[in-house]
């Protein structure tokens, strides 16, 4: 308001608004950091979720009122007075947000973290845009040229608007329950095929995955058929290998199995195709090749 240029004004206002947006990450972030519970059994990832979308939106309605700004600006040009304060201001706000720009960014890989990766970029922005207020107000000290000013203004809105709008679709289509993306989607098939190429006798088929995620938590689940002749137990350590071996590779996840015996168990196809039922066929015949061998001793001996 001193120095009587938009471009510095509006940088104002979005470092403003990144800080109402960082606390509304601080307290959801708590929240949704919280253990299931009766009336959320899934857990209270969402509210980060809801966080960023709120987050998304206060940038948009802050881009509208810059834009607003720099065009009255730009039908009624002002001339800007201490240019080197705002300068200095500007440059050091872009040094500033450049390092909690990469604070947030270490923070958000290291939890996977939608709303703290949403806060990384709100500061990513003031840095370009804070770079780009700099170099019109350096143009304006040199030219006199007014309109450069609004110009820039202009500009803000519009690169305040495209990095809010794609945080919007991906924040709604996660509270839509939109699957994983393809690359991890990807990747969980290729570790329960290698699951299944390593229990070839135990593990027959893996279908009907389905994902999707909830804040910093993504749930998976899929069906397994087995080996009929499976007890309980077996299956069920089975499941528990399958959900170590994803947790590992996504930490924090959710998975849920659900077990399903063999369509086409039974003679003779089992006695050609499954080593399971193979060997228990042979340790039964054994047994009973032993009982037999039992008997006509015995008789021999009376």
Not at 99 to 115: E, P
Not at 120 to 135: I, K, N, W
Request: hydrophobic content about 45%.
């Amino acid at each position: 308001m001193w120095t009587g240029s938009v471009g510095v004004w509006s940088e104002g206002l979005h470092s403003s608004l990144d800080l109402i947006s960082a606390a509304v990450a601080f307290f959801t972030i708590r929240e949704a950091g919280k253990a299931a519970d009766l009336d959320h059994p899934f857990g209270h990832g969402k509210f980060e979720t809801l966080s960023s979308l709120l987050e998304s939106l206060l940038l948009v309605a802050a881009a509208f009122w810059i834009l607003w700004e720099s065009v009255t600006h730009f039908r009624n040009p002002e001339p800007i007075s201490h240019s080197g304060w705002a300068m200095g201001v500007i440059g050091f706000s872009a040094v500033a947000s450049f390092f909690v720009f990469r604070q947030n960014s270490k923070a958000a890989d290291l939890t996977d973290s939608s709303a703290i990766r949403v806060n990384a970029l709100h500061y990513l922005a003031d840095v370009m845009t804070s770079l780009g207020v700099l170099l019109g107000l350096a143009l304006l000290e040199l030219t006199g040229w007014l309109w450069v000013d609004p110009l820039i203004g202009i500009g803000i809105a519009a690169y305040i608007v495209a990095i809010s709008w794609k945080q919007m679709v991906a924040s709604v289509q996660e509270l839509l329950d939109q699957s994983l993306p393809e690359v991890e989607n990807r990747r969980i098939e290729e570790v329960l095929s290698a699951l299944r190429e390593k229990h070839p006798g135990e593990v027959l088929d893996v279908h009907d995955l389905r994902t999707r995620k909830s804040g910093a938590m993504r749930h998976m689940d899929f069906h397994v058929e087995v080996c009929a002749d499976l007890t309980v137990q077996e299956s069920h350590s089975m499941c528990d290998r399958m959900e170590e071996t994803l947790h590992e590779e996504f930490p924090g996840s959710s998975v849920t199995i659900h077990v399903e015996p063999c369509g086409e168990h039974g003679f003779p196809k089992c006695r050609e195709t499954c080593p399971i039922h193979k060997a228990r066929m042979h340790t039964l015949h054994r047994i009973v090749d032993q009982d037999d061998a039992e008997k006509k001793r015995r008789g021999k001996h009376e």
